[in-house]
């Protein structure tokens, strides 16, 4: 897992950006080639308040306001709902703290794809393969920008779910956000910021209504939900489905706290990195653990149980209704939600762009020197075009119904696997000795094998057949499950194809040379080289290698840089 004895080998230097830059061919010539610079203003870094905001606007999106419904149903309990909600908080946390130890001692941007490549060095690039697939093809922002169109035109009294009208307006929202953040990029923060603020108000109007209906305040007669609220009960569409309803129901209360490690993605700009995300991630995911507990009481104190369970709108809908009415604070709803959804896509658009960003600046990506470019505006703009192509495909490809549903709602299954390969790879570098693994932030051993039974939780519950009709959601209960993990095989094959066939058949490597200049700033550098005279046994040599023995950066430290290949 953790030996590193051929391919690529990690230089850098702590050098001049022009002396970083002389690369030798075989003859003793320099190689030319472009240069990109990718120092961000410190104006432009992130502090405290816009990491916490950056986490909280991932994970409130539309669970917190239509998921309960379903909770309850699953379970038929008021008491082992609110638990699912507090126990799914803190599992949360065990994660929180998993990437809080790989964030403190890589304080690199790119998350998992950093933690993962610390541990599972060979076969080179393979595990990067995987994850830049599982990233770019299902790390889009096509649910939550749906949803934004859904909720607008609900807003404007149109009662349309799903169909055009509504996948036209999310491609606008997606087309706005990807603009705000290339263009006027300090703006988008600010609008990520003020929509995080705007998102917590919401859930303390909940909260906060919530403790006046406990005190006698609501329109309805009291649901008295709290009569007996251990019970298991079996009523008028709730209870009854047994231990497979319940792993689901856990499935989708963990789901909606997805979003914590949003602030991993982007420490690279975070102000003093390290004391940033030790501050931010922690508050933010309490708080929001916090609201999310006191919103479910919210609404068993203000909705009765048979009309939450078979609720066919979202759950604050029907919450607003029985406390203030039809009045225009109800009908607002609709408007409040869809300002969540574009906030969601707003952090996310923001943070997936700098992942896409770091995989091509080490050449995983085809076309990598166009999607790591910051041309024009001094942005990642090429990476956040990526975002958007890929989540206008799924917006307009699909057809309406179970096929749609399907594909938005895959995204979130591959990543058990993936945070599993990271939970398990941080218990490798915790118990082996030549590892010499060290962090400022240290997780207590059982949380990391917590964290690690989650994710094998995750990964492997939606194989277990359900207890009614198999294909429910207009598709095998096996196909979602098995497509996620069939889009972590393809990346496996893609590095195949990147690693072993293209340079056998294309006879040439583009390199891509990563360094720090006296500045600081991070330089990546393209070099073409040819890939002929590849050793035939041992004892010969290739012109890789003599050029990476006869480069001036050869034998510097690791931390600054590598040498990575797009064929």
Known sequence: MGTDTKGPK???????????????????????GDSLEYAVPESRKIGVTGAVFLILNKMIGTGIFSTPSSIFASTGSVGVCLLMWAVAGLLTLSGLSVFLEFGLAIPKSGGEKNYLERVYRQPVYLVTSVFAVQIVLLGFSAGNSLAFGRYVLLALGYDLPDGWPARAIAVLCITFVVFLHSVLPKWG?????????FKVLVLLLIVF???AALAGHRRVPDPHNFDDMWSIEKGDGFGGGGAYAYATALLQVVYSYKGWENANYVMGELKHPKRTLSIAAPLAVVGVTILYVLANVAYFAAIPKAELAKSEVIVAGLFFRNMFGESAAARSLPALVALSNIGNVLAVSFTHSRVNQELAKEGVLPGSKFWASIKPFNTPAASLLLHWIVTVIVLVGPPPGPAYNFLVNLYTYPGAWINGLVAGGLIYLRLSKTEEWSSPWRTWLPVIFIYLCLNIFLAITPFIPPNDDWNADGYPYYAFPLVGTGVLGLGAVYWVVWTKVLPRFGGYELVAEKVLDETGAEVVRYRKLSARNVPSSEGESSERDLLLRRGPTAGASADHGSYGAIH
């Open 10 to 32: 990690p230089v850098a230097s702590p050098a001049s950006s022009v002396a970083a830059s002389e690369i030798f061919d075989v003859d003793g010539s320099p190689i030319s």
């Open 189 to 197: 923060l600010r609008l990520t910021n003020a929509l995080g603020v």
């Open 209 to 211: 209504s919530g403790f």
